[in-house]
């Protein structure tokens, strides 16, 4: 057997064992293989080589492919931090939830949506929080919810070129055999039917299997219920001259509405009352709907607990809950006395007492033993905060803050990277970095969090693998597959083979990162289709979609598994539910995208 085959074989097999195992760190990992690849050995010849040259092996760090999955995730995060799919995806969200297969179906399109053009980690990220409150609001189960979002974000990842890193990386290798990669939309005629088919068979046949289990109520939610808090009508508001009651009711069933402060008059809730500009209205409820109202352009915090606007345009702000110590100084102090902002720079957005309601008006009330305080601050002000002997910080959250020009700038460069790729004036690697480099120019994401906001790890490993690949077709390894496979299946014709290839491919992003299976079976699909003297296109674009097709267990995908602790699953849920979605997408890629790509 050739000595390079059996190289390539142990350190695919180590790989593999490390990849499953989690033994070693995935970019560690990826960073020995490239490694292997250039570490010289004796040869039949008498010379000492690797099996790639130094610059063979270092490649992956200034491809193509990698450049645009570090740009996707700054990107992504512009859009995160500009508040702009929060707002936009609470809005569609409370839209649907009428009923429950309503928001079942409206978590499925969102997520679905948002994923083809932002990291599909990121899309679970940001949608749970928002899940999670609509469950809190409704009474529903999140466990009902939370797996649709997740395999909404995979779907999603399975349309465009940007959709998932797998999709770029097997693009690039199409690119470098036969001169073009994928367009932006080549993968979405098969995604689109692969999302129709899959979305109905979740929402008809596999909802039936998701738990009802409700979640346990943590202390972070118990103290929400009760923060008292007030807000004052701006002037800008478009809910002027609207009747307070209905203004309040669609805030959510968990929102009371305690009072009105009228000039120096405080007035009872009442029907007749309507908004007007300066009222302050005395409000309880979660934590949640209160930073949504700092947000909105109908209301501010009340005069003495006012945010500046350069604060709440901060990307660096957090919400943190904290409960006044046992023989704290400020006990018998009103939030006016205690100079929280002065002293730590958070401002007080609410206050809650246990076991009792409050009559008074938050910024009024002596503070008793035990109460609950909801905080907003800069980040950085957070260390002299726990340090508050006065305070016990129970939680800490970001606060994602709405700023409007620049989620509409942000927005625009989406637009305008969906444009120009699909009429070819300008190509996603290029116009793809450049909107990463605007939004940094343009501080939606922060210099300071550049280098936090991508996930290195992705980077590291994409980097590490690529090589791999290279070596794969440089060895002759890939076109001696793809003869073996030709041979075994020739009499199938090339259906066959992309079937088998497909399935392949689907088996193997269970248990390996999308990336690699994409890494280590490109090249070999591209050879069987050359040795049938086919497009190879067809096997290429198959495979990006069955990669992505990471449904049946929690540990195949990222996003599988950040649901998996707060849905409440066991690993039979996603066999159950996800492997329906798995065998669906095999056998509707295997045979629909010959006819739209013809061999």
Not at 119 to 134: A, E
Not at 161 to 167: A, P, Y
Not at 261 to 279: F, I, M, N, T, Y
Not at 578 to 589: E, H, N
Request: with cysteine; charged share 15%; net charge neutral.
């Amino acid at each position: 057997m050739n000595p390079e085959y059996i190289a390539l074989v142990l350190i695919l097999g180590g790989a593999l064992y490390l990849f499953w195992t989690q033994k070693v760190r995935m970019d560690v990992t990826a960073l020995g293989v490239m490694l292997a690849l250039i570490v010289p050995w004796p040869r039949p010849d008498g010379h000492w080589r690797g099996l790639l040259t130094p610059a063979e092996g270092f490649s992956g760090f200034g491809s193509v492919a990698v450049v645009m999955v570090a740009a996707m995730f700054v990107f992504g995060a512009a859009l995160a931090r500009t508040g702009a799919t929060e707002l936009w995806g609470l809005r569609v969200l409370r839209v649907c939830a009428r009923t429950e297969l309503g928001l079942q179906a409206g978590v499925l399109a969102s997520t679905t949506l948002v994923s083809m053009f932002v990291n599909d980690t990121t899309v679970v990220i940001l949608f749970l929080p928002l899940i999670m409150t609509l469950c809190r609001e409704r009474g529903w189960s999140p466990s009902r919810f939370l797996m649709i979002a997740a395999y909404g974000s995979l779907l999603g990842g399975q349309w465009t070129l940007i959709g998932t890193r797998s999709n770029i990386i097997i693009s690039d290798i199409l690119r470098q055999q036969t001169g073009a990669g994928f367009g932006f939309f080549d993968l979405t005629p098969v995604a689109a039917a692969v999302f129709v088919v899959c979305g109905a068979a979740l929402l008809l046949v596999g909802r039936r299997f998701l738990p009802a289990e409700e979640r346990g109520e943590s202390l972070e939610d118990r103290l929400a219920r009760h923060y008292l808090t007030e807000v004052m009508v701006t002037p800008r508001s478009g809910l002027l001259g609207r009747p307070i009651r209905e203004v309040v009711a669609a805030l959510g069933p968990e929102v009371a509405w305690m009072g009105l402060v009228r000039g120096q008059e405080r007035l009872p809730p009442a029907d007749w009352l309507h908004l007007q500009a300066g009222d302050v209205l005395i409000l309880q409820g979660p934590v949640p709907v209160i930073g949504g109202l700092l947000k909105s352009r109908d209301f501010q915090l009340q005069e003495e607990l006012a945010l500046n606007d350069r604060t709440l345009r901060s990307v660096d702000l957090v919400t943190v809950e904290a409960i006044l110590a046992p023989r704290s100084n400020y006990v018998g102090r009103t939030l006016e006395e205690v100079r929280f902002t002065q002293d730590y720079g958070f401002t007080v957005l609410g206050i809650a007492r246990r076991g009792r309601s409050l009559e008074e008006r938050p910024a009024q009330t002596p503070l008793q033993e035990g109460d609950s305080l909801l905080l907003l601050g800069h980040v950085t002000a957070l260390p002299r905060l726990a340090a508050n002997p006065d305070l016990i910080v129970l939680a800490q959250q970001e606060f994602v803050p709405f700023n409007r020009s620049r989620a509409v700038l942000t927005l625009g460069l989406l637009l305008g990277v969906v444009v120009t790729a699909a009429t070819g004036w300008l190509s996603p690697a290029v116009s793809i970095p450049c909107a990463a480099l605007i939004v940094v120019l343009t501080d939606c994401v922060k210099v300071r969090d550049l280098y936090q906001v991508v996930d290195w790890q992705a980077v590291v490993t994409a980097a590490g693998l690529i090589p791999f690949g290279l070596a794969v077709e440089k060895t002759g390894a890939a076109r001696d597959l793809a003869e073996l496979a030709v041979q075994w299946l020739q009499g199938w014709g090339p259906m066959a083979l992309l079937g088998g290839l497909c399935l392949l491919a689907l088996v193997l992003t269970h248990f390996v990162d999308n990336s690699a299976v994409g890494i280590i079976l490109a090249p070999v699909a591209y050879n069987v289709a050359v040795i049938l003297g086919v497009d190879p296109k067809p096997f290429m674009v198959g495979m990006a979609v069955c990669i992505s097709a990471s449904f049946c267990t929690p540990f195949a995908h990222e996003s599988t598994i950040l649901v998996m602790g707060p849905g409440r699953y066991r690993f039979r849920h996603y066999l159950q539910v996800g492997g329906l979605l798995a065998v669906l997408t095999w056998l509707l890629t295997t045979w629909l995208t010959p006819q739209v790509w013809p061999f």
